[in-house]
């Protein structure tokens, strides 16, 4: 588990606990809201299930999500969701002798390789998709998450929409029964596994996989195009996504149309109760992230995080004022934006 504690001895505690895929960035917009403002935040990285855990429980002043919870979840629960950035997971190899973007993989064989029915590397549906890669005979490890994660989510969500065997027979969730592989803490423990295991795929959010120079593939897109995962790629596929319409922002941009679409994009939740039971701490984290939408783009994209669009900022602040509020019935925070 990661986790990072910028506190001021002043300021009112901010604790949150969630996914690991924005860590990176959460870290990084802490550090600097610290050194600005004088104010901190805890944020422990403990994955998606844990941070929806959490907040259920009142133990924290935010969760943090991957999975975006449905409206229906969220009125049960008395909470609250909005987006902070969108990023891309991508499917990571370590093969002896291949690059980063050398291997083509398309979302059946991807599919196939974690039900375990495509077994070696020098498989047909491989190598018909990488004609000019030497792939060995080797067996293919798996490495996927052993905790509640909303880079699972958006992975089995992908692969249930390209495979309807992977749909009827592990579907989409934080926590699934893996058909087979080796299973890791956070995206850490399945970048660690892949870097140290010959023959592995696992997958990962594109930060971790850049950090630790993990051997990415390309995928084969809805459109039938083969795309890289990049920055611009992440925000084609969030191009035609109808945020305002969909309740708490839960867009899910796994194998969205489009050219030049990334097929495993996705954003980043914040979970917090509706009504505060601490308003002082509710409004300081309120106050963060309103900060890191204002001042907080470029350090998201030089970790190719994609910033969200400034429109659907101004309605996630508009919906602050109307959702989050004191046991007075006050709004938290209000902005003039």
Known sequence: MAAMSVVSAYAVDISGAGATFPYPIYAKWADAY???SGNGLNYQSIGSGGGIKQITAKTVTFGASDMPLSGEQLNKDGLTQFPTVMGGVVPVINIEGVKPDEVVLDGATLANIFLGTVKTWDDP?????????????QPIVVVHRSDGSGTTFLYTDYLSKVSADWKSKVGANTAVEWPV?????????VANNVSQTKGSIGYVEYAYAKQNKLTNTKLVNKDGKTVTPTAKSFMAAAANANWEATPGFGVVLTDEPGADSWPLAGATFILMHKQAQDAAASKEALKFF?????????????LDYVPMPDKVVDAIKRSWAKEIKDKDGKPILALSN
């Open 34 to 36: 610290k050194k600005e």
């Open 125 to 137: 549906a491989i190598k018909k998709l990488n004609a000019n890669v030497k792939l060995p005979s």
């Open 290 to 302: 309103d900060w890191a939408y204002g001042k907080g783009d470029k350090m998201a994209e030089d």
């Open 181 to 189: 592989g080796i299973g890791a803490k956070g995206n850490e423990g």
